[in-house]
């Protein structure tokens, strides 16, 4: 596991702007998957956007085109941009990391089983 802790939540209004970072501690892995799960109240939490160590990148369908996944040059930041926000974007935000030793192919498809998890950052959208 990896210790992640997230950062650059905030308020902001609709259509307005905010980039996410989670910086992952002691992370040694050349195959990975990071990625940002959000969860609104009541609501099951959902994967937002997933970036792989191929540099792979999806989004949920509300997100495409708005938010943008990315990692900083040590590859142990982890972005997101996120544009024209919503209100319904509103959720807490958390950063997850899926770590392998095996390199990505037929013995690790990566983006399945998440391991360890940031704490969350808030994310509030008002209209």
């Known amino acids: 596991q990896v210790h992640l802790q997230e950062s650059g939540g905030g308020s902001v209004q609709s259509g307005g702007s905010l980039r996410l970072s989670c910086t992952a501690f002691a992370f040694p892995y050349n195959s990975y998957c990071l990625a940002w799960f959000r969860q609104k109240p009541g609501k099951e939490r959902e994967v937002v956007a997933s970036?792989?160590?191929?540099?792979?990148?999806n989004y949920a369908d509300s997100v495409k085109g708005r938010f943008t996944i990315s990692q900083g040059n040590t590859k142990n930041t982890l972005y997101l941009e996120m544009n024209s926000l919503k209100p319904e974007d509103t959720a807490m935000y958390y950063c997850?990391?899926?770590?392998?030793?095996?390199?990505?192919?037929?013995?690790?498809?990566?983006?399945?089983?998440?391991?360890?998890w940031g704490q969350g950052t808030q994310v509030t959208v008002s209209t």
């Open positions: 970036i792989d160590s191929d540099g792979n990148t």
């Open positions: 997850a990391a899926e770590l392998s030793d095996t390199p990505i192919g037929r013995y690790y498809v990566p983006c399945e089983g998440y391991h360890s």
